[in-house]
Structures are given as C-alpha cells and as structure tokens.
C-alpha cells in the first residue's frame, strides 16, 4: 500500500472488521510477504505478465467501486466525507491509483514482453486519465484538496 494519510485511515478501518475476516487478511499478507510471491512473479515476462493479470482485477474491482460510488453518492450529495471520516473523493481513487502505478511499473519494467497483456495496459492507461478528470472535478465542487 502508499505511505499517504489516506492509507492510515485503511489501516484504522481494519479495527471495525469482524476478527475472522481481519485474521484471514492478515494472513494472507502474511503468506504473500513470506512466499515473496511478488518478487517471485516478476522473474521474467511469462510470470510478470500473469501477476500483471492478477493485479487487473483488483483494479478492475476498485475501478468499480469508485464508479458506484461516483454514481450513487458524488452525483447526489456534496457531502466531502465517507464511510469512517474518510475523504470521499480522494480515498477510494488513493486505492486505485496504487494499483495503477504497481500495475504501470510491471510494465516499465517488462516494456515489450508482457503477452497478451496490451488490452490490460491500454486500460490502465485511460482509466488513469479519466480518474485524474473525475477526481479534480468532484474535488473543485467540494472544495477538497486532490490527494
């Protein structure tokens, strides 16, 4: 995850999860820091490009979330807050863009090698773009700041 506020504010919220939910995310990141199956993936192109896959659907989830959330609540209120206090509009695109940079290196550093994967990076590419319109956008109508 980024080191930003708005991560602190991720971290506070695992508080108010149920301890059996909270217990199998910890260990996932547990067993994913242990295995280095990050390190692992990006070996060469073939796993690199799978990884990259991988990490197109939790972008593909966070891109959802923030267009449910652009439909049903920046669209109808201005309230600038969220579920915990959290900024409405800069916390969830905070998620995604993380996602975005972490799925944009893979391919920096695999320019050119990552099979059947130009589909996934034209995507990131757009929906970068489109997020950094829609963010300042809800932001200049909340006078909030763009994280």
């Known amino acids: 995850m980024p080191d930003t506020p708005l991560t602190e504010i991720l971290r506070d919220f695992r508080a108010y999860r149920p301890g059996n939910h909270r217990e199998f995310l910890e260990w996932v990141k547990s ?27 939790v972008r593909d989830f966070r891109w959802r979330h923030w267009c449910f959330t652009r439909e049903y609540i920046l669209k109808k209120t201005r309230h600038p807050t969220a579920t915990g206090g959290s900024p409405i509009v ?21 320019d050119g090698r990552l099979r059947g994967c130009d589909d996934i990076i034209e995507i990131v590419e757009r929906q970068r773009e489109t997020l950094q319109k829609e963010v300042k956008k809800y932001c200049e109508g909340r006078q909030a700041e763009i994280a």
Do not use: I
Not at 100 to 107: A, H, I, K, N
């Open 31 to 57: 067993a994913a820091d242990e295995s280095r199956v990050q390190h692992f993936a990006l070996q060469d192109a073939e796993s690199a490009a799978l990884y990259l896959r991988a990490m197109n659907q």
């Open 90 to 110: 800069t916390w969830l695109p905070n998620q995604l863009r993380a996602v975005l940079d972490l799925m944009d290196s893979v391919r920096q550093q695999f």
